[in-house]
């Protein structure tokens, strides 16, 4: 048996008891943490989660910065950088990993400044 072989069997068998003691840890802390309820005097059936009301937004607009940005990097590489990509076939890789974390970073920013005003308004 080659090594690729008795790698591919290895990863089988981690991923498989990986994914076994996941599951085993999402219920046993769910269960010890009905049990604590119990023991609290706490009905868990009437329990529940606390969700933050503002967090869509944030991922929404997480995900179009990001989208805005690949979208950007897509037409500075196709349009600006065009002919340099012609001499050089390196690509610019670069700019897209950047425009992604700058434009994810600003929709972010904007969630930040919509859940303060939001705070704001509740405190006035």
């Not at 991923?15 to 943490?33: D, H, P, Q, S």
Request: aromatic share 12%; hydrophobic share 50%; glycine share 8%.
């Amino acid at each position: 048996m080659d090594r690729t072989a008795e790698f591919g069997i290895m990863m089988v068998i981690i991923v498989n008891v990986a994914l076994f003691a996941m599951i085993f840890g999402i219920v046993y802390l769910t269960k010890r943490e009905r049990m604590a309820m119990i023991e609290r005097g706490m009905d868990p059936r009437r329990y529940k989660p606390q969700t933050a009301p503002l967090q869509n937004l944030k991922w929404g607009l997480l995900l179009i910065g990001c989208g805005v940005g690949l979208f950007l990097a897509y037409l500075l590489d196709h349009s600006l950088f065009a002919k340099m990509n012609e001499m050089d076939d390196s690509g610019n890789a670069a700019i897209y990993f950047a425009l992604i974390a700058i434009f994810g970073g600003l929709g972010l920013f904007v969630s930040y400044r919509i859940e303060k005003k939001e705070d704001d308004k509740k405190v006035d």
